[in-house]
T-cell receptor, first 117, second 113 residues
Framework: DAMVIQNPRYQVTQFGKPVTLSCSQT?????MYWYQQKSSQAPKLLFH???????NEADTPDNFQSRRPNTSFCFLDIRSPGLGDAAMYLC????????????????FGPGTRLTVL | AQSVSQHNHHVILSEAASLELGCNYS??????LFWYVQYPGQHLQLLLK??????LVKGIKGFEAEFIKSKFSFNLRKPSVQWSDTAEYFC???????????FGTGTRLTVIP
């Protein structure tokens, strides 16, 4: 009964070689997030989708893109991975509550650990 | 800028000891507060949350946390820890109406049997 699923759990890529990480959810939540977590650091929000609206954090590098083809799926594309992009990438989902843009608890997937050679 | 501080990076306790993990945040407006736990090899799971109402909130597995607005704190407590509580604990804060969840750097708890 997994709720937020991330594939693959481990991804190895080469410097500069594009890579795509995927996330799917069975919760029917309308908000999906991508976080980056480097070793011994706090998770850091890269961007999120509020329904189909894409919201990029100001300091997210252009190298990172995202797609959300439908409610259940969201992808993280790293166009030209550098050594500094090696990290755990966490997907999370939540739903809005109260009829406005406030969101409820975020539910996290297991993460994809990205290694860049 | 909004930030979350967890002052204890690594805490080591014996079973049955009491636990208190500190969390302070820097934001003057209305916030929602969370504690997440990450057991070894597993994903982040919600322990408890505070949105409004009683500032003392109870979560799963005997954990509780107290929101003290005047101190900008949301400390996590458990009266008697177990070996199975060994994990990483993250405090997180979100400004009401926003979507960006700010995490602390985490506290690693090791419970010795």
């Amino acid at each position: 009964d997994a709720m937020v699923i991330q594939n693959p759990r481990y991804q190895v890529t080469q410097f500069g070689k594009p890579v795509t990480l995927s996330c799917s959810q069975t919760l029917n939540h309308n908000v999906m997030y991508w976080y980056q977590q480097k070793s011994s650091q706090a998770p850091k929000l890269l961007f999120h989708y509020y329904d189909k609206d894409f919201n990029n954090e100001a300091d997210t590098p252009d190298n990172f893109q995202s797609r959300r083809p439908n409610t259940s799926f969201c992808f993280l594309d790293i166009r030209s991975p550098g050594l500094g992009d090696a990290a755990m990438y966490l997907c999370a989902t939540s739903r809005t509550s109260g009829g406005h843009r406030s969101t409820d608890t975020q539910y996290f997937g297991p993460g994809t650990r990205l290694t860049v050679l | 800028a909004q930030s979350v501080s967890q002052h204890n990076h690594h805490v080591i306790l014996s079973e049955a000891a009491s636990l208190e993990l500190g969390c302070n945040y820097s934001y003057g407006g209305t916030v929602n507060l969370f504690w997440y736990v990450q057991y070894p090899g597993q994903h982040l799971q919600l322990l408890l949350k505070y949105f409004s109402g009683d500032p003392l909130v109870k979560g799963i597995k005997g954990f509780e946390a107290e929101f003290i607005k005047s101190k900008f704190s949301f400390n996590l407590r458990k009266p008697s820890v177990q070996w199975s509580d060994t994990a990483e604990y993250f405090c997180a804060v979100i400004r009401t109406g926003a979507n960006n969840l700010f995490f602390g750097t985490g506290t690693r708890l090791t419970v010795i049997p």
